[in-house]
C-alpha cells in the first residue's frame, strides 16, 4: 500500500492554505465544511474566495514568509509559484506537519482523495496521486450508484444504535438486524426520498425485534424492465430486484433480467400472451396481497413501463385496499426503447411535434382507435400490440386522409439481440412483412419520422 489512508478531525484546528486562486478555493471548501480554522496567505485574494467565505477565514494579503509556517496542524500550498510551493513544502516538513501541494505529489506528505460525500457516510478513492483522472472515474460511478440520501440513512442508524443495543445484547444478532434493514425496505424508503417513513419502518423494526413474535408485513415492488436489454434497467430496479424474496413476472420478461433477480428468490410465472393469460389478472392482484401478507418482499416484474399498456394501476389498487406498502419503479418503456435503437426520433422538428401512444388490441379483439386523432398532420403515432391489426391500421388511417405513401416502421423485440427493424409505407407495409414470420413483441411507428432510420439507424445485432 502506498499510502496510509485515514480521515483527520479538523473541527477548530487551525489551517494554512498558502494560494488563493480557484484551486485553493476547491481546498479551502472541504477544509471549511469539516470545520478548520483556516488562514489564508497570498499577495491576491481571488474574489470568489472572499465572495464565499467572507469573515469565515483570516486573510494575510501579502507574499509568505517562512516564518509563517508556524502553528498549523495542516498546510496546504495551491500557488502558480513552483518555488513558493516547494519552500513550503520543505518548511513544512522540518517541522513535522502534514503539508499538500495540490498536484505535486513529490511535495507532499498528505494527499486529498476523490471523495463522494454522503455525510456522514464519506467514500475516499486514491490512486496515490498518480492518476487522479482514474481516480475521478470511479467516483462518478460511486456517486452514481449510491443513492444521495445514504447519509440519511446512516444518520438514522447511527441515532438507533443505543436503543438497539439495550434490545439486542449479542452482537452478532445486531449485525444481522443492520443487514436487514440496509437491504431491504427500510433502506429503500430512505432511498426514494421517504426519509420520514423510513425512520417509522425502522422504529417499526425496532419494535419487532423487541417483540419477536409480531409477523412483519412485506412490501411489494412493481418494476419496469424495460424493452429488452439488460443494460436498460434502472439502478433502483437492479436494487430491489436483488432483494426479492419471490418474483412474479410474465412473457415480456427475458431470461436474461431474471437472473438478475436474488439468485434464490422464488420465480412465480404469470404470463401473457395475446388473448391468453396464464394467470388471470384478479388473481395475480390477490397473490401480490397475499405473497406481502406472508412477510414477503414481492417484485412484480413488468416489460416496459409498468403504467403504459401493463395494467400496473390494477395491480396496486389492491394493494393499496388491503394496505400492503408498495412502490413502483419506471421502466423505458417499448415505445423510447425501440425508437431510440432504431434510431427513429419520436419527435423531431423538422417531422412531427407531438407523438401518441395507442394500443392496437382492445378487449373484445378488434381494433376501434380514434382514427381522426391517429390521422392529425405533424405527429408520430405509436402502437402497442398492434401486429395482428396491422392491415386495418393502415386501411383505417389512409381512410382516414393519411397518405398512402406515409413512412411506418415495424420493430421486432426491439433492443435485443432478435430485433429487427421493417420499414415501409401504409400502402406496402402489409406485404413487405408477409411470409417474413415476424416475432413478438413487435411495436409499430407511423410518421414521417420514420424515414430518418435510414440515416440514424445504428444497433444492428445481425451485423
Ligand atoms: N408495459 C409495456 C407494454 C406492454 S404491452 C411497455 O411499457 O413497453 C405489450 C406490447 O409492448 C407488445 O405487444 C409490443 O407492442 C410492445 N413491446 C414491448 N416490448 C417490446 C420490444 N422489446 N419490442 C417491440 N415491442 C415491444
Same mark, same amino acid.
Given at each position: 500500500m502506498q499510502n496510509y489512508p485515514i480521515f483527520v478531525d479538523l473541527k477548530n484546528q487551525p489551517c494554512l492554505v498558502v494560494g488563493a486562486g480557484p484551486v485553493a478555493l476547491r481546498k479551502i471548501r472541504l477544509m471549511y465544511s469539516a470545520g478548520a480554522k483556516i488562514t489564508v496567505i497570498a499577495p491576491e485574494i481571488c474574489a470568489e474566495i472572499t465572495d464565499e467565505f467572507d469573515a469565515g477565514l483570516t486573510y494575510h494579503e501579502r507574499t509568505f514568509r517562512d516564518?509563517?509556517?508556524?502553528?498549523?496542524?495542516l498546510i496546504t500550498a495551491a500557488t502558480n509559484d513552483p518555488m513558493v510551493n516547494k519552500r513550503v513544502s520543505e518548511l513544512a516538513n522540518a517541522i513535522n506537519v502534514p503539508v499538500n501541494v495540490v498536484d505535486e505529489p513529490e511535495l507532499c506528505s498528505f494527499i486529498t482523495p476523490s471523495i463522494v460525500d454522503r455525510s456522514p457516510v464519506l467514500i475516499a478513492i486514491s490512486t496515490g496521486g498518480g492518476a487522479p483522472v482514474l481516480a475521478r472515474l470511479l467516483r462518478a460511478k460511486l456517486e452514481a450508484f449510491i443513492p444521495a440520501s445514504y447519509g440519511k440513512l446512516a444518520h438514522s442508524m447511527s441515532k438507533a444504535r443505543d436503543r438497539l443495543k439495550k434490545i439486542v445484547p449479542i452482537e452478532r444478532d445486531r449485525r444481522i438486524f443492520w443487514e436487514r434493514i440496509v437491504q431491504g425496505p427500510t433502506a429503500e424508503k430512505f432511498f426514494s426520498g421517504r426519509a420520514s417513513e423510513g425512520e417509522l419502518a425502522l422504529d417499526r423494526a425496532l419494535e419487532e425485534a423487541a417483540n419477536p413474535d409480531q409477523k412483519n408485513i412485506g412490501e411489494v415492488w412493481l418494476i419496469g424492465?424495460? @424493452?429488452?436489454?439488460?443494460?436498460?434497467?434502472?439502478f433502483r430496479a437492479l436494487r430491489l430486484m436483488q432483494q426479492a424474496d419471490v418474483v412474479l413476472y410474465d412473457r415480456l420478461v427475458s431470461e436474461e433480467i431474471l437472473n438478475l433477480?436474488?439468485?434464490d428468490a422464488d420465480r412465480v410465472y404469470v404470463g401473457k400472451k395475446r388473448a391468453e393469460h396464464a394467470v388471470p389478472q384478479g388473481d395475480i392482484n390477490q397473490l401480490l396481497v397475499d405473497l406481502a401478507k406472508e412477510g414477503k418482499n414481492v417484485v412484480r416484474l413488468k416489460g416496459g413501463d409498468p403504467f403504459i399498456f401493463g395494467r400496473g394501476g390494477e395491480e396496486i389498487e389492491l394493494l393499496a385496499a388491503n394496505d400492503v406498502p408498495f412502490q413502483i419503479v419506471p421502466g423505458i418503456t417499448a415505445a423510447s426503447g425501440c425508437a431510440t435503437y432504431a434510431g427513429? @426520433?419520436?419527435?423531431?422538428?423538422?417531422?412531427?411535434q407531438s407523438c401518441l401512444f395507442v394500443t392496437g388490441h382492445l378487449k373484445n379483439g378488434t381494433v376501434d382507435l380514434n382514427w381522426e386523432l391517429l390521422s392529425t398532420p405533424n405527429q408520430t403515432v405509436v402502437i402497442y400490440m398492434g401486429l395482428v391489426g396491422l392491415p386495418t391500421i393502415c386501411e383505417k388511417l389512409i381512410q382516414h386522409g393519411v397518405s398512402g405513401d406515409m413512412p411506418i416502421a415495424l420493430v421486432q423485440q426491439?433492443?435485443?439481440?432478435?430485433q429487427h427493424v421493417f420499414t415501409g409505407t401504409l400502402s406496402t407495409m402489409n406485404d413487405k412483412i408477409a411470409g417474413k414470420n415476424v416475432q413478438a413483441p413487435t411495436l409499430i411507428i407511423v410518421g414521417s419520422v420514420v424515414s430518418l432510420h435510414s440515416s440514424l439507424a445504428w444497433f444492428d445485432p445481425t451485423a
Open positions: 516564518t509563517d509556517i508556524k502553528g498549523y496542524r424492465a424495460g @424493452p429488452g436489454d439488460p443494460d436498460l434497467l434502472t433477480t436474488r439468485r427513429i @426520433p419520436l419527435t423531431h422538428r423538422d417531422h412531427s426491439g433492443t435485443t439481440q432478435n
